[in-house]
């Protein structure tokens, strides 16, 4: 059953300000700044609205409410989307020359720089996926309050690290190279298998705090975890490599284009 209707109104004042901030930062602190850098591209304005709808969606009445007392299924998807959607669509759709006076900044990339390095994101991000589906702290997070808050705040900012070798929008933290990103995404893709085994495989409960809830929705407590292990599993997969699949592709393109190059400036 949907729980009733309940405003998050902390939700819908992130939303407002990650929004109207973006709006607020091209329109006017450009001209400021950045005077001689162009205003946000279509898609990159496409990109971080959609970020913050995703994020109003997942946080918000009724899937955050769901996710927190009902089924364990929707609330994966909200990690999900908190870890593999809205990070990437906020580093594309940031322009240039806010990435480079944000993040970008010498203060705050000689903090960042360090942890957004492939193998210390890799290892906080991964350890930080595993961790928050581990049965005790899914406990505390559903039981609400601060812990829930500070849990998918961490969650978010391991995720900004974790996608920054590959999409960052500032030379301040360099990206790794093409194949590099794909190798590095391909090993993001693996280790989710060990959590997601022990979800869809488990034949007993997992998550005792969620009781019987998942048979309002006419399903069994192990049915709804053995959904959420194949979403962890598939579902971020798909995410991955289908991002793998573009690099590919940008890659090669860029390759054959070079190839041309030469070819002409040799023939000339």
């Given amino acids: 059953m949907i729980p009733p209707f309940h405003p998050h109104y902390d939700v819908w004042a992130l939303a407002f300000a990650l929004a109207f901030g973006y709006w607020y930062a091209d329109r006017r602190l450009r001209l400021v700044l950045a005077p001689e850098a162009p205003p946000a591209t279509t898609g990159q304005k496409w990109q971080w609205y959609l970020s913050v709808v995703a994020l109003w969606l997942v946080s918000g009445w009724p899937v955050h409410d769901i996710g927190e007392t009902s089924l364990f299924t929707v609330h994966m998807v909200e990690h999900m989307v908190i870890a593999l959607v809205i990070p990437p669509l906020m580093l594309r759709g940031i322009p240039r020359w806010l990435a480079d006076v944000t993040i970008g900044h010498p203060k705050v990339a000689r903090f960042i720089r360090p942890l957004a390095k492939p193998v210390p994101a890799f290892v906080l991000f991964n350890t930080t996926f595993i961790a928050i589906h581990w049965p005790d702290l899914v406990t505390l997070m559903v039981q609400g309050g601060p812990p829930h808050l500070l849990v998918h705040a961490w969650l978010f900012g ?20 093409p194949p590099g990103q794909m190798g590095y995404l391909f090993a993001q893709s693996l280790l989710p298998t060990i959590p997601a085994s022990f979800l869809t495989f488990s034949t007993v409960p997992l998550y005792p705090v969620y009781g019987d809830a998942a048979l309002a929705f006419g399903i069994t407590a192990v ?24 690099i590919w592709f940008r890659w090669t393109k860029q390759e054959r284009e070079w190839e041309r190059l030469e070819s002409t400036l040799r023939a000339s």
């Fill in 223 to 246: 049915a709804d975890q053995t959904i959420a292990g194949v979403i962890m599993k598939l579902g971020g997969g798909l995410l991955l490599w289908a991002t793998i699949a573009v």
């Fill in 158 to 177: 391991v995720s900004i690290l974790m996608w920054m070798p590959v999409l960052s929008p500032t030379t301040a933290i360099p990206r790794l190279p």
